[in-house]
């Protein structure tokens, strides 16, 4: 595991633990020699992440599309800076990139990038971890609303554990080292059984 995507907002918040804890495991990523793939982003959480990880010397894949690069919304000093034509592209190439994927918060965007990565996940289209870093407690209607789909028969048996969630940053890459891919029966092709 080399590069890891995360997807987060292009604002702040109102509380600033969300901006520290980006920044901290931002300087995490750097320590365990990460990569970051995000969205390319110069603003909120976005820059906040970027910015951290090139401070401590580490390398910033970002995806943007032009539409946003002409606004002058593009972070000016990454590793490297992928111009795609459409935000389905911009998905697609950070997945692409990506060896796991943590979510900080966001908005709909974010929540956008989260649903279409977990539904991968589920279908089998990557095997790739994913963990929520639930951030002052930011998720927890999220966890509630997994659970709600799950009990109400509207995910599989054990989809529910594609996400894992901590609210502890150090926590994080140790979860994304561990985790242990599994698919519903449905989705296993005859020859991975």
């Keep these: 595991m080399k590069n890891i995507c995360v997807f987060c907002g ?34 909120g959480l976005m ?16 995806v943007m599309p032009r539409a946003m690069v002409i606004r002058e919304i593009a972070h000016p000093n990454l590793t490297e800076q992928y111009i795609v034509e459409s ?4 998905k697609a190439l950070m997945s692409h990139l990506a060896d796991a994927f943590v979510i900080l918060p966001g908005g709909y965007g974010t929540m956008d990038e989260f649903f279409e990565i977990v539904t991968w996940g ?11 870093l639930n951030i002052n407690g930011y998720y927890d209607p999220l966890i509630r609303m997994i659970q709600h789909m799950a009990e109400n028969g509207f995910l599989r048996q054990g989809d529910e554990n594609v996400v894992q969630f901590t609210d502890q940053v150090d926590q994080v890459i140790d979860l994304l080292q561990k985790y242990q891919p599994t698919l519903s029966p449905k989705w296993i092709k005859p020859e991975e059984t």
């Design 10 to 43: 292009s604002t702040s918040g109102h509380h600033l633990e969300y901006r520290r804890v980006t920044e901290q495991f931002g300087q995490l990523l750097v320590q365990g020699g990460f990569d970051l793939v995000y969205g390319g982003g110069n603003t």
């Design 47 to 62: 820059g906040a992440i970027a910015n951290t990880v090139l401070e401590a010397g580490g390398k910033v894949h970002g």
């Design 87 to 90: 935000m389905h592209e911009r």
């Design 122 to 132: 589920i279908l089998g289209i990557h095997r790739k971890p994913i963990v929520i």
